[in-house]
């Protein structure tokens, strides 16, 4: 009984935990299924999540790009109605380049035609002139055999009997020229002054070679122009510019291309008018005075241009050859702004690419520093201006940047390369320059110059925009007979060397002066 008792409770046992086995097998089964329906729900409702995110994307992608499209449409109208613009201004230029065109070739035979026509004309002279050459030798071979005397001894003869009244009647034909260009003149120079007007209408031309002067009253300008003319003609002859009083109501014109001439003329004018006595003696007083303070404004000048630039240690002098730099201009351009700029430019160049920016900008503003000094000594200006670096204690740096801001030289150093850069930025900028105003100043001091070379000259001065030279000689070294064969020789100097419109007018003035003191 006891084994059937252990048996059945060990049957018993045993179902009991096979039941108990398969209720928690029941369960687990029962929660796996419910976790895996839930797991199928969660990633059913991610999967729509998903698909909805993902629609909305593509929507917005959809937008984006519908934006940028419309964007970029939009863009491309404006740039093809901008190279439409372009190609309707290319179509005018190329017209209005074919009529040029047209007109040079039109201009163009017409010269070949007067080339054709002088060569015939010249052929026609030069057969002429054999046949007087022949002519005047039979000629001659006759009179010496009818006067017992040689071409020589007969020459002399007659220049001996002429020469005084070659004297006379040469003196009567310059009167008669004089006379004849006084007619014309003012006709010729209103011709002239109006195609110049109606081809090149520049104000720059104008701001840079005319001073107007405001006078108190209409009464002052007969006291400016002087009994005679005597203070009008003192002040121009001391200041060399040209005095112009017109109709301008309470204005005096002073023209002149150089301007540190015409600066000394309007303040001595304007002293001279806020004094009251106007006379010569007191003239050249007042002139003298304004030109030795123009010393001391030309290097206040050159030391407020350093400072500007913020440059240390420069050489008085070289302060005061920067300011004379401001009454020097190159094609137009002031020569002391254009310094400033280049300077400023090397510097931000050089501190662009990690270089010693002071070296460069000392460089830059010293570049055109030989224009300075280019009208009195001869030599190109970087060239000048290098001597005067190495003479002024400028270091090699600096000095190979002015030397070579104007070569080609592919092995020349890197400062002549940045400056040579900063000085083409500046100089090419648009309104930089003007050519125009820079060959009418050449032309002005090439004609002083040539007036200069002949001895017995003291000064010359180039007035009326170049129509006119008038010449100040040494009265103990020319007379007035001397006088008048220099005012010859100096015209078919300029006739032979220089190019100009119309024509120019040639004035030699002699005046002796006596002074003596009481004491």
Known sequence: MSILYGVTILVIGILGSIGGYLVRKHLAESKIMSAEKMAKKIIEEAEKQVENKKREAILEAKDKLYKIKADFEEEANIKKQDLQNLEKRLTQKEENSERKLEIL????KDIQNRERAILTREKSVKEKEEQLG??????????????????EMAKKLLLQSMESEMRHEAAILMKRIEDEAKDTAEKNAKKILTLAIQRCAMEHTVETTVSV?????????????GREGRNIRALEAATGVD?????????????GFDVVRREIARISLERLLSDGRIHPARIEEVVAKVKNEMDGIIKETGEQAVLKIGIPGIHPEIVKLLGRLKYRTSYGQNVLQHSIEVARLAGLLAAELNLDVPVFKRAGFLHDIGKAIDHEVEGTHDKLGEELARKYGESQRVIFGIAGHHSDDIQRPLEAIIVQAADAISSSRPGARGETLENYVKRLKKLESIAESFKGVQKSYAIQAGREVRIMVEHEQISDADALQLARDIAKKIETEHEYPGQIKVTVIREMRVVEYAK
């Open 105 to 108: 070739d039109k201009k163009d």
């Open 134 to 151: 022949i002519a005047l030798e039979e000629e001659r071979q006759r009179l010496e055999k009818i006067s017992g005397l040689t071409a």
């Open 213 to 225: 002067i405001p006078i108190p009253n209409e009464e002052m300008k007969g006291r400016i122009i």
């Open 243 to 255: 005095v112009i009083i017109d109709d301008t109501p309470e204005a005096v014109v002073v023209s």
